[in-house]
């Protein structure tokens, strides 16, 4: 079983910058591929970035690729999400997410984090 925190969101100017950061608890961190999904009011959860459980692969949503960075550190337990270039559409609660499979991490992820708000000002 694994625990995730989200940290680093925040209020920012479009063009901008923010990084956001995932605790996981556990000692099995290493195993789980992670990634990170997003939602705003009314609509679903989107998929917006996935890193394996070595690092070694990456994979990102049309709307984000170019522009995020997704990475870890697995000797901190920490994921994390670079996001550049921010845009107003980037708005909304951005959701840390584990999983053991690579299929389900994009789609539907076994353990959420609580989530964390980024706002974007025009």
């Known amino acids: 079983q694994v625990q995730l925190v989200e940290s680093g969101g925040g209020l920012v100017q479009a063009g901008g910058s923010l990084r956001l950061s995932c605790a996981a608890s556990g000692r099995t961190f290493g195993t789980y591929h992670m990634g990170w999904f997003r939602q705003t009011p009314g609509k679903e959860r989107e998929f917006v970035a996935r890193i394996t459980w070595n690092g070694g692969s990456t994979y990102y949503s049309d709307s984000v690729k170019g522009r995020f960075t997704i990475s870890r550190d697995n000797a901190k337990n920490t994921v994390y999400l670079q996001m550049d270039s921010l845009k107003p559409e980037d708005t909304a609660v951005y959701y840390c997410?584990?999983?053991?499979?690579?299929?389900?991490?994009?789609?539907?992820?076994?353990?959420w984090g609580q989530g964390t708000q980024v706002t974007v000002s025009s």
């Open positions: 997410v584990a999983d053991t499979s690579l299929v389900r991490i994009t789609n539907t992820p076994y353990y």
